[in-house]
Structure formats: structure tokens, C-alpha cells
């Protein structure tokens, strides 16, 4: 009788939390995201090369919490933030530099469609991404409870976020942690460049 050897992964002992990514874990982090996000932004962002090129530059913009193994290995990583009324002209810089003035402006409209902004009083989850091999080991809950605290401690009142209403998975974890629907918000005829046609508004009360 045989068995086959384990998942690298399968047993996760130990993992700690830290603001942004080691420079070391930067490749893992963008390929990770790309790999959770590409449906999505494959259109806008693609080709992979220059849609990573563009996150390796907008990442300085971005809060982001990464989750790291005791070996230094990265498993998970999430963007948040709060009111930025910048941010697509942020974004748009960068656009720029990666694919030019004309390619850039037309990516930055199509992005637009999901810059989703917070109220002043909330803090929003942006994405959340962790390793295959690594889920339901806990990482997704830590992410968002680092993310919670952070809310917490900046006199927040709510933490917020979207999800593809298809990704009934993630739906069922955002409940079980508090978060309750919000509104639907359907991108219309971009339903082809995105590759879903529907999220929900989901939000975690901070003032209970």
C-alpha cells in the first residue's frame, strides 16, 4: 500500500502578518495576484508580463498586508485602503509609464468601472489573495482580521468589500465573519471585458 507524498503546503504551522511584501516575496506576491485576478484584468491590464510590470509599480500606492511562513515563503496577501479621492490619477501614472499615453487612458476608463471608493468612516478591502495549496489553513481570516484592526485604530466605522456574486465560497467566508450584503452593483454591457456581471457590496459593522 502506497501514499503519495504531501503537499509541500498541506501543513501550515506557523505564518506571521506584515505591513507590505519583503522584497524577496515580490514576484510571488504579483504572480499570486495575477493568477487570482486574471480573469478580471486580463483585458485591462494583459498582457501578464505588462500587467505585472504596472502592479510592481502602483504596489508603493497601496496598503498591503502580506502573510509569510516561517521559512519566509509567501501564502497570502491583501490590498486595503481608505478614501483616496487620487487614486486613478495614481493609477493613471502609472498606466503611462507601462503602456503609453493612448493604451494607458483607455485602461485607466476601463478600470475606473471597478475604483470602487469607500465613505470617509470606511476602510475597504481592495483584493485578498492566498495560495492554492494554502487555503483553509486560516490565512484569508487573518488577512482580513489585520485589515479589521487597522479599521479599528483608525476610528473606522465599517469594513467593506466586494465579491463577484458567482464566488459563492468567498460569499460564505465574508459571512461567517461578520459581513453582511450591502447592494449589488452590476457592470452592465462590460460583463464580457471583466468576466462577470455582478458583485456585491459587503460590510462588517465596526460600532456593535
Not at 486595503?80 to 494607458?104: C, E, I, M, W
Not at 463577484?164 to 462590460?190: C, M
Not at 464580457?192 to 457590496?201: D, H, M, Y
Request: include cysteine.
Amino acid at each position: 500500500m502506497s501514499s503519495s507524498a504531501p503537499s509541500p503546503l498541506a501543513k501550515i504551522e506557523n505564518f506571521t502578518l506584515q505591513d507590505g511584501v519583503p522584497p524577496d516575496n515580490i514576484p510571488s506576491a504579483l504572480q499570486l495576484f495575477w493568477q487570482a485576478f486574471e480573469r478580471k484584468l486580463k483585458i485591462p491590464l494583459g498582457p501578464p508580463e505588462k500587467g505585472q510590470e504596472f502592479l510592481r509599480h502602483s504596489m508603493g500606492d497601496r496598503s498591503i498586508v502580506s502573510a509569510i511562513r516561517k521559512d519566509g515563503k509567501l501564502l497570502g496577501v491583501a490590498t486595503y485602503k481608505s478614501y483616496r479621492p487620487n487614486s486613478l490619477t495614481q493609477d493613471l501614472k502609472h498606466l503611462f509609464a507601462t503602456y503609453g499615453k493612448v493604451s494607458g487612458l483607455f485602461r485607466g476608463l476601463l478600470l475606473s468601472q471597478l475604483d470602487q471608493q469607500p465613505a470617509a468612516d470606511e476602510m475597504m478591502v481592495e483584493s485578498i489573495c492566498v495560495d492554492e495549496k494554502a487555503r483553509s489553513h486560516g490565512i484569508g481570516h487573518a488577512l482580513l482580521g489585520y485589515i479589521k484592526e487597522q479599521a479599528t485604530r483608525q476610528g473606522m466605522k465599517r469594513v467593506i468589500l466586494d465579491v463577484i456574486t458567482k464566488n459563492e465560497r468567498a460569499h460564505r467566508l465574508y459571512s461567517r465573519l461578520g459581513y453582511r450584503d450591502i447592494r449589488h452593483h452590476s457592470v452592465g454591457l462590460l460583463s464580457p471585458v471583466f468576466g462577470f456581471k455582478e458583485s456585491i457590496r459587503m460590510g462588517l459593522s465596526l460600532t456593535q
